[in-house]
């Protein structure tokens, strides 16, 4: 069984700084998927980044970027300079192996001040 | 850009009655899933299908539930008799194969009375 662990409830960045999101995740599997969503205020679902476990770069797709410690088992998520309409929920998920189903933290919802 | 789409956004009905939420994955997308959020609560899978058959599913989705592709471009989740504690947002998600992301729709809110 895969497990996600967001231990951040709530951010507050500054607009136009950085802010990154802590992800940990537990699986005995040897590959895995790690993936980031957005949700707004309204509810919808957005996929943001992915990084599959044996690429050997961090993903990054424009101001996102993911910074992937195997060893570690993190996958946190960096969003460079802030933006108002950052503002939501930010989950991560997994997808095992053997799954086709995605696994979701908790969710950490950020603040973009102005 | 392509997107998944749902029907209707919000749904209300009472206790004890079958619903259908319905679903347009993205068209060239093979694999095709629901979840749920309960509000202010994690995001759970419900079930997975793929060449017309469920390929997974979780220990939430019971006899009560069932998923149907009855044409080639509609995926439909059917709540038989509903409960108070089916209140939730119902997302559907497809990809296009199982290792690549997951595209959600806006979701539909269903409020049981």
């Known amino acids: 069984a895969q497990k996600i662990t967001q231990t951040q409830p709530g951010m507050f960045v500054q607009e136009k700084e950085a802010v990154t999101l802590d992800c940990t995740y537990d699986?005995?599997?040897?590959?895995?998927?790690l993936f980031w969503y957005k949700q707004p205020s309204s509810g919808e679902m957005i996929f943001l980044i992915y990084?599959?476990?044996?690429?050997?770069q961090n993903a990054t797709e424009g101001r996102y970027s993911l910074n992937f410690q195997k060893a570690r088992k993190s996958a946190n998520l960096v969003i460079s300079a802030s933006q108002l309409g950052d503002s939501a929920m930010y989950f991560c998920?997994?997808?095992?192996?053997?799954?086709?189903?995605?696994?979701f933290g908790a969710g950490t919802t950020v603040t973009v001040r102005a | 850009e392509p997107e998944v789409t749902q029907t209707p956004s919000h749904q209300v009905t009472q206790m004890g009655q079958e619903v259908i939420l319905r679903c347009v994955p993205i068209?060239?997308?093979?694999?095709f899933y629901w979840y749920r959020q309960i509000l202010g609560q994690k995001v759970e899978f419900l079930v997975s299908?793929?060449?017309?058959?469920?390929?997974?599913k979780s220990e939430i989705f019971d006899d009560q539930f069932s998923v149907e592709r009855p044409d080639g471009s509609n995926f439909t989740l059917k709540i038989r008799s509903t409960k108070l504690e089916d209140s939730a947002m119902y997302f559907c998600?497809?990809?296009?194969?199982?290792?690549?992301?997951?595209?959600f729709g806006d979701g539909t809110r269903l409020s049981i009375l």
């Open positions: 998600a497809s990809s296009f194969g199982p290792n690549q992301p997951q595209h």
């Open positions: 699986t005995s599997d040897p590959s895995y998927g």
């Open positions: 990084q599959g476990s044996y690429d050997q």
């Open positions: 998920a997994m997808r095992g192996s053997n799954d086709y189903k995605l696994s």
């Open positions: 068209s060239n997308h093979l694999y």
């Open positions: 299908f793929y060449n017309n058959e469920i390929s997974e």
